[in-house]
């Protein structure tokens, strides 16, 4: 079976269900996913771990032609106060929550970068079948038909209930565990080996960033859909023209403090 069939079974099989099941699932939100603010000035990272994918298909499946659902994927942000090289890592995790539920490890993870945030509290959620949503789709795609709004290989928007002006998401890069070819070609950004992490190096602006995470295994969008660990690290190194004003600020601070100090022995 081509994976347009595949995919058009799944689509069929998803809209019997009916929309209940779609109300169930999260919106776009940042809750425990915030990595903080960066000053781009100084060597810094963050890590947040025990954080959990809904099934290991979320990232590859925003790569093809009709998109993806936001849903399957989780959305990380941070904010950049200066100018900076920011590696992002993504690996599997396994670990039992509070409530004694086991989240597997074993996910190949992937990721998009995206200069932007979604709508925040207390303006509503963005998620993917909101009616603007739909709109916003409809108009994107030029009326052909999407699964979702979620593109991980270019530029996209999604709003709320309130049909607040679109949360528009600025592609920067994307990389992902391993290298994929579902039939038309492999995939750009993949890192060639399939060990359950990947890491990627970008050269950003000062601003905000929403980083969306999910798998790479496109056959498990046919479910039972895992839940599956995931642990993310975001690093930060200044610019080297930075880091160097930086050196000489405190060496002149240093001389300032040294000639006081003589001064006062004499």
Known sequence: MNKKLIKNAITYAILITGMSAL????????????FGSFTGVTAQSQSISEQALSGGH?????????????????????????????????????????????????V????????????????????????????????????????????????????????????????????????????????????GVADNSVSQTFHLAAGDYSIFVGGTDYSDQVGPWSSYGVEGMVSVVPEPEIYAMLLIGLGLVSVTANRRRLALQY
């Open 108 to 191: 190949n993870p992937g990721f998009s970068l995206y200069s932007g945030l979604a709508h925040l509290a207390p303006l509503g959620a963005d998620y993917d079948t909101a009616a603007g949503s739909v709109v916003i789709r409809d108009t994107d795609s030029g009326g052909a038909f999407t699964e979702g709004a979620f593109r991980a290989l270019d530029t996209w928007r999604i709003t709320n209930d309130a049909n607040d002006p679109a949360t528009v998401f600025t592609y920067v890069g994307s990389a992902y565990d391993g290298s994929v070819d579902y039939g038309t070609g492999v995939i750009a950004g993949g890192d």
């Open 23 to 34: 109300q169930a699932m999260a919106h776009i939100g940042y809750g425990g996913r915030d």
């Open 58 to 106: 979320g990232w590859i499946d925003g790569t093809d032609a009709d998109w993806g659902d936001s849903h399957h994927l989780r959305a990380y942000r941070f904010h950049l106060d200066n100018e900076a090289d920011v590696t992002i890592t993504f690996t599997d995790l396994a670990y039992t929550t509070s409530t004694g539920t086991s989240v597997l490890g074993g």
